[in-house]
């Protein structure tokens, strides 16, 4: 399987497909594909005539330059793991000059959505994304794109996007793909030792332990029994736990002030970033 890596030989393509009434399914990634991502493409595989899926790591949504440059980056591989599930998965994977012929310098408002959490850590990370996402929509034009809900809140801010400009794309979003340990599974996993594997571990299980608890722990006591849980690990180190209304992204007090409710914690393992969610309540 070999990858396109211009817009016009990817527009050429997709024009030669697109007769009558087919629909396409877009799975955009950052490569480094994993289980979690192939549950997407095999999700736009069924629901749709064609598949795209891009690979292409984002600059304008890295505010660490040395994340940028540490992310993993394994075309090949991904190909091989797409061609897995079956030959027709169309890959776009092209340069940065070519997603961006001109600096991007569109600014996007998403009100309170990306003031909290990841926004609020990472300034500028989803108008990046935003960026990306609206170029590769542009480009590919599908009519379905597949999204993971353990990037909670890049899925809510994608959603608000797509209503803000019209862009008539249904947003189809994924449940979080974890390994038998609990793991969220992460790009970013592959940059934890066997060692460090054992002890992320921990976040979830604080997580899915917390969720018990719910019904006799109020919500102010699970925020800091959760990070206190996780912090008690010796290499991981909470950098914020919210628990907030699953719509708004706005923090809740109480359990009853929102019909969907949602944990949304990012914790740092030596240097690496992961985050992780789950859902309380709703949805
Ligand atoms: O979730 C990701 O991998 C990225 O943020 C995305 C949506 C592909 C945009 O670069």
Known sequence: MKPITTIRELQEKLGKLRIGDVSIGFVPTMGALHAGHLSLVKQALADNDICVVSVFVNPTQFNNKEDLEKYPRTLERDCELLATLSEDVIVFSPSVEEVYPEPDTRQFDFGQLDKVMEGKFRPGHFNGVAQVVSRLFDIVKPDRAYFGQKDFQQLAIIRAMVKRLGLGVEIVPMPIVREASGLALSSRNERLTEEQKLIAVNISKALFASKERMNSTSVGETIRQVINDVNSHEGLEVEYFEIVDGNTLQPVGDWTEADY??????????????????????E
């Not at 409710?261 to 914790?267: A, S, W």
Request: hydrophobic share 45%; aromatic share 10%; net charge neutral.
């Open 261 to 282: 409710i949602v944990g949304c914690i990012t914790v740092f393992c030596g240097d690496v970033r992961l985050i992780d969610n789950i859902i309380y309540k709703g």
